[in-house]
């Protein structure tokens, strides 16, 4: 197995059955592996629970004890966190699954379930976790990055993005050509961008929302 626990921050996996058996036997073998795993007999002990950082996945029993599993995972879908998830049951169906995998659900196993299954979908959940988390960290460096520019930079880069030359953008700007330079080469070295093409996919990044102009 060569999960996400060993591009960077530990992985966490966690556990929601209301079968006290089936956590102790997915909290051993998945320790076995080295990831750390946390248990839980319902969603309410789940929500309660500090969230962690890295990289992270939700095994999640379909029915649990006064609660449905797939009703949690469309609670978890409205809400800010963003976890895959691997159903298990003993009493699923097709339609039941296919419901679930329409949701965003990683996998879906009926119990038993082979050992290696389980953790192979575990691998391919935490990787896919590892690169949202990238992805956010990504966006969120291009947005401070973007905060860092002047107002006259933001407008020039907005015109740029349009794919107005320096001359154009003077005459929209009423100023220089020159100082449209200026502008836009702060504006380029600020985004860490290495050309235009890769600014337009940096604003692109960023939605493209506080760059559009009057």
Do not use: W
């Not at 169906?93 to 009926?110: L, Y």
């Amino acid at each position: 197995m060569s999960s996400a626990k060993n591009e960077g921050q530990a992985s966490v996996v966690y556990v929601i059955d209301d079968d006290e058996s089936m956590r102790l036997a997915l909290s051993t073998l998945l320790r076995s592996t080295g990831l750390r795993v946390e248990t839980f007999a319902s969603s309410q002990e789940f929500l309660a629970f500090p969230r962690h950082d890295g990289p992270s996945c939700l095994i999640l029993d379909v029915r649990l004890r006064g609660e449905s599993g797939l009703t949690f995972q469309q609670e978890l879908a409205n809400s800010s966190l963003r976890l895959p998830i691997l159903f298990m049951t003993a009493h699923g169906d097709i339609e039941m699954s296919v419901k679930a995998m329409k949701a965003g659900a990683v996998d879906f196993f009926p119990k038993p379930f082979r050992d290696q299954d389980m953790l192979d979908a575990i691998d391919q959940a935490l990787k896919r976790d590892s690169e949202r988390l990238v992805g956010e960290q990504s966006t969120a460096a291009l947005r401070t990055a973007y905060e860092s520019l002047t107002p006259r930079e933001k407008e020039v880069m907005a015109f740029v993005v349009k794919g107005l030359m320096n001359k154009q953008i003077a005459s929209e700007m009423h100023l220089s050509e020159i100082t449209v330079k200026i502008h836009r080469g702060q504006a380029m070295k600020k985004m860490s961008a290495r050309s235009v093409p890769d600014l337009v996919r940096k604003a692109e990044a960023l939605n493209t929302q506080p760059l559009r102009t009057k």
